[in-house]
């Protein structure tokens, strides 16, 4: 018989560090996009990209890059 062992406080660490990887791979697919598409993040994109922490922004972002023709495009509010 196998005990089920159930913690708040760690299944809260193992749900934020799920949401810390899906963002960083996210963050990632969204730099070779654009680096793929020739548009090419200057230090300051990348910067802006890496420090997000909004999932909804980057897939906004990884949208508008993938018919964009210019980082303005992209990026813009």
Do not use: P, Y
Not at 37 to 55: F, H, N, W
């Amino acid at each position: 018989m196998k005990t089920m062992w159930k913690d708040d406080f760690v299944d809260g660490l193992l749900d934020e560090g799920h949401k810390s990887g899906q963002l960083e791979d996210a963050r990632e697919k969204l730099l070779r996009l654009l680096d793929k598409r020739g548009l090419t993040a200057s230090e300051a994109i990348r910067g802006r990209v890496e420090s997000c922490t909004d999932m909804g922004m980057i897939n906004t972002w990884f949208d508008r890059a993938i018919d964009a023709s210019s980082l303005d495009e992209v990026f813009s509010e």
